[in-house]
């Protein structure tokens, strides 16, 4: 099943205007990215790179004119690919990343970008030096329902009091990350996302309930500046799914359900807040109760992934930033990296800061940046 990508490219009439994207990594997520880049006009899946053999007869039977290798530097010295998307599982997406971007490809990397911040960082200055487009896959940021709570968030009435999300479902278990380090990324990167600003501490706790090597609970929580408290929990354990986001602010309550087909967004126009006057007695304050209506804003039909895809063009295509872009990827990798802190140290508060050094325990090959790919 080793298709020689040179041969196989040449055979293939291209648009000039289209843009070749190599898929590397080609498992349950990276299927997807093949099906909405064949689906966009402005690109074409030249090339798949995985390493299962089983993966990649898949992969032929459903597009049977993409070509297939199990080697990265077959992507590497094709011309025809412009830009890359890195879909392996997170361990790898540091050493896979970092030679494509070197060989001057724009990449598109699955969350979470890397293991440790350390690495994140260097892709960023990889990226940089190269001129090329450094982009990860926060998918829910592209998600039409997560933007128009973004609307409600930003709207001018009202202070946000909180955030909480819950990510649950049984499995799928991942064998590199723990459920954290897998679940955690799409909220982290939400609250960072309708906030505009990242979490300053950390205090998170883990559980083993299925007596794996790995959590596969947590419950995290966040303090982001500005006394805004947030709060996640994730689950790989939990027969009910949920992909659920809350905001309460003082005027209002907006609940995002990914799994509502008809109201993915409700807005609760109800909240409580203090009345600025003199208070009742020495330490009380009045409080006043708002009532109001339940809206059910129209949401687009939009597949978030496509959306994202479309972004990651046109980010190559302009130079434009991307929404979700490095620094985005490295905040969200910082704050797991204080996540793990906070567990080792029972659930104690833990600042989140750059420790470029910090490599947790948990990730137990952690890939050199001189590593070959396995
Ligand atoms: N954004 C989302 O909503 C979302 C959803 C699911 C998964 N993901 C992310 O996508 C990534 C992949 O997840 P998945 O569920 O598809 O995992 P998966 O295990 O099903 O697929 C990963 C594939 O990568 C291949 N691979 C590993 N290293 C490789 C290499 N060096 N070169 C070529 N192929 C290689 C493996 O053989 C495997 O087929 C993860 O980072 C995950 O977190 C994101």
């Not at 402005?42 to 798949?48: D, I, L, P, T, Y």
């Not at 990343?97 to 440790?116: F, I, N, S, Y």
């Not at 006057?277 to 009045?286: D, M, Q, V, W």
């Not at 910082?334 to 325990?361: F, M, T």
Request: net charge neutral; proline share 5%; with cysteine.
């Amino acid at each position: 099943m080793n298709r020689a990508i040179h041969s196989g490219v040449q055979q293939i009439a291209h648009d000039a205007k289209t843009m070749g994207i190599a898929v590397i990594g080609c498992g349950y997520w990276g299927m997807n990215y093949v099906r909405i880049f064949n689906e966009l006009v402005e690109a074409r899946v030249v090339a798949v790179c995985e390493q299962s053999p089983e993966r990649l007869k898949e992969v032929a039977r459903r597009f049977p004119n993409v070509y297939l290798t199990t080697q990265l530097d077959d992507v590497i010295s094709q011309p025809d690919v412009h830009a890359v998307v890195v879909c392996t599982e997170a361990t790898s997406h540091f050493n896979v990343t970092r030679r494509l971007l070197l060989a001057g490809k724009h990449a598109l990397v699955e969350k979470p970008l890397t293991t440790t911040s350390a690495y994140a960082k260097k892709l960023i200055e990889i990226a940089d030096a190269h001129s090329a487009t450094l982009m990860v896959g926060h998918t829910f940021i592209f998600n039409a329902g997560v933007r128009k709570v973004k609307e409600y968030v930003k709207q001018d009435s009202g202070r946000v009091y909180y955030l909480y999300a819950r990510r649950t479902n049984l499995g799928p278990i991942r064998r590199d990350v723990n459920a954290l380090w897998d679940l955690a990324p799409h909220d982290i990167a939400i609250f960072n996302y309708l906030l505009d600003r990242t979490p300053v501490w950390v205090s998170a706790i883990g559980g083993r309930v299925l007596g794996n090597s790995r959590d596969d609970v947590g419950f995290i929580s966040l303090g982001y500046p500005g006394n805004i408290l947030a709060h996640v929990h994730v689950s790989w354990a939990d027969p009910d799914k949920a992909r659920e986001v809350v905001v309460v602010k003082s005027d209002r309550r907006i609940v995002f359900d990914d799994l509502n087909g008809t109201e993915q967004v409700r807005v609760f126009e109800k909240g409580v807040s203090r009345v600025d006057e003199e208070p009742l007695n020495y330490g009380e304050s009045r409080f006043q109760i708002r009532d109001g209506d339940i809206i059910s804003p129209r949401i687009e039909p939009a597949e978030p992934l496509k959306n994202q895809c479309r972004h990651f063009l046109e980010c190559v295509r302009t130079g434009k930033r991307p929404v979700s872009g490095g620094v985005e990827g490295r905040d969200v990798v910082r704050v797991l990296e204080a996540i793990n802190r906070s567990i080792e140290l029972k659930g104690l508060q833990v600042p989140v800061e750059d420790k470029a050094d910090y490599v947790h325990p948990n990730f137990s090959a952690p890939e050199a940046p001189e590593c070959s790919l396995r």
